[in-house]
């Protein structure tokens, strides 16, 4: 797990003021790869499938927390592309979760056009 006990608590208590900060597809230190990471509590099993660049990396998400916190790594891609979220619940059924991709990337203001659609 990459999270420091503290970030890890403020997610899974719901207490972070950004959690997009930490949540979702974010370059490691140094440019040694990438880690995803996602609240999905219903989940079994979670993988990541990249979108436009398929010679991107497939790679699982462990849970880190009983709560539903995945977090995943690779070491094969060290700049964020877009993916998907390929979600296996405990009933074996499987869904597909298109991301916000550039969350990260787009400044959004409450009140305007640019909010973000998955929260806002």
């Not at 208590?13 to 949540?23: G, K, T, W």
């Not at 597809?25 to 996602?38: E, F, H, I, K, T």
């Not at 690779?74 to 009933?91: E, I």
Request: contains cysteine; proline residues 6%; aromatic residues 6%.
């Amino acid at each position: 797990m990459l999270l420091t006990k503290d970030e890890l608590h403020s997610l899974v208590e719901l207490m972070h003021q950004s959690p997009h900060m930490l949540l979702g597809m974010q370059p490691l230190g140094g440019g040694s790869g990438l880690v995803v990471r996602a609240f999905l509590p219903d989940a079994a099993k979670v993988e990541v499938q990249p979108v436009h660049e398929k010679d991107k990396p497939r790679f699982a998400l462990k849970r880190i927390h009983e709560s539903g916190l995945f977090e995943g790594t690779t070491k094969s891609a060290n700049r964020v592309y877009a993916y998907d979220l390929v979600v296996t619940n405990h009933q074996g059924r499987t869904r597909r979760t298109r991301t916000n991709r550039f969350m990260n990337f787009v400044p959004w203001r409450k009140n305007s056009a640019n909010l973000c659609p998955s929260c806002c």
